[in-house]
């Protein structure tokens, strides 16, 4: 626990969203993976598969950092100036200091090179 309930709720959303992504892609790969107990709510599992659904990582990626800023706005209080809003406003601006750092070029290189070497170890290949 940190202290701030929009940090606390922000890192347990996170949570559950990265494993919903590992589960599916887990699942992709015919892999077994295991949920954190208590289970992962439904529309952050939705939102897990129509980022895993993008033929485009890039594609992805956006959408996921649209969602966080979502997320964050939805947990955010209406008092402008309170913490849990700094704390808002620092996640958003470290999303989109993210995006930003995003190069199609670079980033599908970088992905494909990841994709080889999990596919390569899926196989039992070794490089």
Do not use: C
């Amino acid at each position: 626990k940190t202290g701030s309930i929009l940090i606390d709720s922000w890192y347990k959303r996170e949570r559950q969203l990265r494993f919903a992504l590992a589960q599916i892609r887990a699942l992709k790969m015919k892999k077994k993976h295991t949920l954190p107990v208590g289970g992962i709510p439904s529309d952050v599992i939705q939102t897990a598969r129509t980022a895993t659904g993008f033929n485009n990582p890039l594609e992805a990626e956006l959408f996921l950092a649209n969602s966080r800023f979502k997320t964050l706005e939805s947990l955010q209080s209406l008092d402008a100036f309170s913490t849990d809003a700094l704390f808002a406003y620092v996640l958003k601006l470290k999303i989109a200091k993210r995006i930003r750092r995003f190069n199609n070029e670079s980033g599908l290189a970088s992905y494909q090179n990841i994709y080889k070497t999990i596919l390569s170890q899926s196989t039992g290949e070794n490089r």
